[in-house]
């Protein structure tokens, strides 16, 4: 074998507080060895690399006992200053008595936190205020009620005498524009007060030429349905139904403007309370007339039918055997209605009411000519109610009960009735 250089690394090894910590290889150092010079390179390469190895084992178990070696040194020496406390505290027979340490009673009072003077008394107090003040306040509120009313009172009273002197037992007749002021003063007043008022008042007393403007100034003025309703019922229903003459052209040209305004209120307040009178004298059916024929729109006009006829039907279904519901006047009514264009719409339910009273009627008077004259017109203007054929058997068994000789013609009518309907099914 031949000399040869092996490599070694040059190690430097430091400490810190006199304990190896780490080390360094800095650089090689070579060392002459017998080798060969046909040594392959990779060789020489592996045994550089063990003599490396074999040298850092050796440092590191050096660097391990010295470390050893120093922690001995420190825990026999005491060189951490928390190992003797920690004996201490561990050791039970070398722990220390504790520092005695003077403690003086201290006097304390308890207190309430929530005291029945402080919170509930200010409470009560505060309820007693607002109640206090809820008294005076309904003590103010009755006493402007009470001051309303003396004065509503003062001026109802004020306003009777005023009315007092409108009648025709006064000596003298206020102006037209004094009478003008106090009848705008009674239509405004409100609905209760006024009928208070109306029960007191004398209306039967005023002359014709007052009720006149009264029924100038309810057309004129914006006058509420019930008002009105109530002036009429007290002022003028009494007047017309004492009539024994015809009513003035006067009086009832001043009459016809406000049923066109508030038909429904006149029919109300004053031509049904002139149907249900016992009996029906002339002046009062001119009346009745003229309004239905003349003034009354065709929806009025039916409210005013139904409402006839309603009575009459539940009339007929009580069986009154004391005298029919209808007489000549009723038929002659209830023909104007019908006989007024443009005529009234007839549904079912009214047909069959109508039919009712009819045929109650001329069971109790067979010589009754206004029912005849009634199913006359329902078969002439109406027809189209006679479109299903148990209406017109209906009608002919009523028409067979008659003795008046004006049935020939509704018998006639029925006929061309049953023809048309038959003429469909022919072709």
Not at 55 to 84: H, W, Y
Not at 289 to 300: A, E, N, R, W
Request: aromatic fraction near 6%; charge should be neutral.
């Amino acid at each position: 074998m031949g000399a040869s250089t092996l490599y070694c690394p040059k190690i430097h090894v430091y400490s810190f507080n006199n304990i190896p910590s780490f080390f360094v290889i800095s650089s090689c150092s070579t060392v002459d060895t017998p080798t060969k010079e046909s040594v392959h390179p990779a060789v020489q390469l592996s045994l550089s690399l063990s003599s490396s190895h074999t040298v850092m084992t050796l440092l590191s178990k050096e660097i391990v006992s010295q470390k050893k070696e120093r922690l001995r040194a420190l825990l026999s020496e005491g060189g951490f200053g928390f190992s003797t406390r920690l004996k201490a505290s561990l050791d039970i027979s070398e722990r220390l008595d504790p520092i005695p340490i003077a403690v003086e009673p201290i006097e304390t009072e308890l207190v309430p936190i929530i005291t029945p003077t402080a919170t509930v008394q200010p409470r009560l107090e505060k309820r007693r205020r607002i109640r206090a003040k809820e008294m005076d306040s309904n003590s103010a509120t009755t006493t402007v009620l009470e001051t309303k009313a003396a004065e509503d009172v003062y001026v109802i009273e004020s306003l009777l005498n005023q009315l007092g002197e409108l009648s025709e037992k006064s000596p003298t007749l206020p102006s037209l524009q004094v009478r003008k002021e106090t009848l705008k003063h009674l239509v405004e007043l409100p609905t209760k007060e006024l009928q208070v008022v109306c029960q007191q008042v004398a209306f039967n007393e005023w002359p014709e030429m007052v009720a006149i403007e009264l029924l100038s100034i309810l057309h004129d003025m914006d006058i509420v349905p019930s008002s009105a309703a109530l002036l009429l019922q007290w002022a003028v229903y009494p007047r017309i139904a004492t009539l024994k003459t015809s009513v003035s052209r006067l009086f009832i040209s001043h009459l016809y403007p406000l049923g066109q305004s508030m038909g429904k209120t006149v029919v109300d307040a004053l031509l049904l309370p002139l149907m249900a009178q016992t009996s029906l004298d002339r002046p009062q059916l001119e009346v009745i007339h003229k309004m239905i024929t003349g003034v009354l729109s065709p929806f009025i006009r039916l409210i005013f039918f139904k409402t006839v006829v309603s009575t009459a039907s539940s009339h007929a279904t009580l069986k009154n055997t004391m005298s029919p519901p209808w007489n000549d006047t009723m038929t002659n009514i209830i023909s104007a209605v019908l006989g007024t264009q443009p005529f009234v719409t007839i549904d079912t339910a009214l047909f069959y009411d109508l039919i009712e009273c009819i045929r109650f009627t001329v069971a109790m008077d067979k010589k009754n000519k206004g029912c005849m004259q009634l199913l006359l017109m329902l078969t002439t203007k109406y027809a189209y109610c006679f479109m299903e054929n148990d209406r017109i058997e209906l009608v002919q068994g009523i028409v067979e009960l008659s003795d008046v000789f004006l049935k020939r013609a509704v018998q006639a009518q029925l006929v061309y009735i049953r023809k048309k309907l038959q003429t469909p099914h022919a072709n």
